[in-house]
């Protein structure tokens, strides 16, 4: 009992102090949020605890179900060809030069599939911060198909580690693939269903709601996905992030949804994961020999890959704005950590390259925010 009392004071605790220290010291505040939970954990002031696991997962959830509110399929269903076809040669260029990184430096074979990973979870984060610019727009077009990639990979290697290349690891992908086709057919479904009775989305979300009756039919759609994937044995981040994008698809005619469902989001649940991220790492764990070198290599690595790979799209936005995109699809913490997690647990990886791959993780949301924040404001 006083463990969960120390942990719900502490909670408390940083997530008031880290918006005001972000403004005193001028770092973003999730950076901060991660290193007061690492100091929390070392110095013992809280312990880990399966609620603690447990809320923190789901701020991750919910993280990723915002990330889905920014997808409006019906505008991206109308993306150029041109633009698709960059969006997939950006993609492919990752893992292509991941595949030189790991195979000149003899690393372990993990590493081709965790370079190029990219999430657009923290992509909401940068939205709030700084609206809808051009360059953060096509950062989260062409990260949607960069994350479906790396969702489908995630959920191969999970399958691959857990069952080994047999006919379970066939059966995991087949029924990704369905989710998929399903998926396709429901939007068409729901889509004809809302051009023929258009008062029916009215009825789901009415205007003059005093019930929160808009609230409470997003977060059962978000539950019911998570759900329908824990049924399948797939990845339930993508059903949260499915949630999102029907949410965003169908309900657009609900202005409000959106910041509401995001005020309540940065507000609690989501520090509460970027919390739980900095306990799982000991600040003692520092002096291991090379950590924090090897940290920083992976770090600067993902980071090149992107760069290099987002000249795809200069003649389009700019030298400028394609850094910052790059930089934007340099923080697949969440991913990563999921990755790193699966390989160690299954003996791909050594405690060490999990602790790189963790801090590395770290340093990234660090890095990336920081530069994102002097490149933008450099005019």
Known sequence: MSNEISIIITLSIIILASPLLSKLIKIPVIPIEIFLGS????????EHNHIFTLVAELGFLYLMFLAGLEVDLKKLLKI???????????????YVFAAIFTFTFDLSKIFIVTLPLISIGLLAVLKKEYGDVPWLNLAITVGLIG???????????????????????????????????????????????????PEFKTFLMPKDDNQEQDIRISMGIFFLMIAVMLY???????????????????????????????????????PIFFIWIGTSFELQSLLLPNLITTAVLITVAMILIRVVSSSLFIKD???????????SHSMPLTLLIAVATLAFQNNSIS?????????????????????????????
């Open 39 to 46: 100091v929390a954990i070392t110095y013992n002031v809280i």
């Open 80 to 94: 150029s060809p041109s633009l698709l076809k960059k969006g997939l040669i950006y993609s492919t260029l990752l």
């Open 147 to 197: 994350e479906i990639i790396s969702i489908v990979v995630l959920t191969a290697v999970s399958a691959a580690l857990e069952f080994g290349i047999t006919s379970t690891f066939y059966g995991t992908l087949i029924e990704l693939s369905l989710v998929f086709v399903a998926m396709i057919v429901f939007y068409y479904f729901f889509h004809n269903l809302m051009w023929w009775y």
């Open 232 to 270: 399948l044995h797939l990845e339930v981040a993508l059903g949260a992030f499915i949630a999102g994008v029907f949410i965003a698809t169908f309900f657009h005619h609900n202005k409000e949804l959106p910041h509401k469902l995001e005020h309540f989001g940065f507000g609690w649940l989501v």
């Open 317 to 327: 936005i700019g030298f400028k704005n394609s850094m910052l995109l790059a930089l």
């Open 351 to 379: 405690q060490f390259y999990y602790y790189a791959f963790l801090l590395g993780a770290i340093f990234e949301v660090i890095f990336t925010m920081l530069i994102i924040r002097a490149v933008s404001n450099n005019k």
